[in-house]
């Protein structure tokens, strides 16, 4: 059973950052491809980064390409999320998710959740 852990949510301003973090625990990091998923009001979980087990295959949804960037650390087992350039509509609860060994782009296919962290941006 993997455990994970998000921090780094908050309120910020219109073109502001935010680094978010996932802690991961009770599995081999490295065994997992790690993402973040988002989940506005009123709207439909949606997919925002995944990053391969190594870290070297990445992808994004097309309206945060150039904004954020996913990264991990398997020594550390943390995911991050860091994000520029904040636009109102980035608001919503983030989710850390984990699936075994293969990228997943879609929530139906993640084998673990963190509880979100919430990330507001004001215009």
């Known amino acids: 059973q993997v455990q994970l852990v998000e921090s780094g949510g908050g309120l910020v301003q219109a073109g502001g950052s935010l680094r978010l973090s996932c802690a991961a625990s009770g599995g081999t990091f490295s065994n997992y491809a790690m993402g973040w998923f988002r989940q506005a009001p009123g709207k439909e979980r949606e997919f925002v980064a995944i990053?391969?087990?190594?870290?070297?295959?990445?992808s994004y949804i097309d309206s945060v390409k150039g904004r954020f960037t996913i990264s991990r650390d398997n020594a550390k087992n943390t995911v991050y999320l860091q994000m520029n350039s904040l636009k109102p509509e980035d608001t919503a609860l983030y989710y850390c998710?984990?699936?075994?060994?293969?990228?997943?782009?879609?929530?139906?296919?993640?084998?673990?959740w963190g509880q979100g962290t919430q990330v507001s941006v004001s215009s």
């Open positions: 998710a984990a699936r075994y060994w293969y990228q997943v782009t879609s929530s139906a296919e993640v084998d673990y």
């Open positions: 990053i391969s087990r190594s870290g070297l295959s990445i």
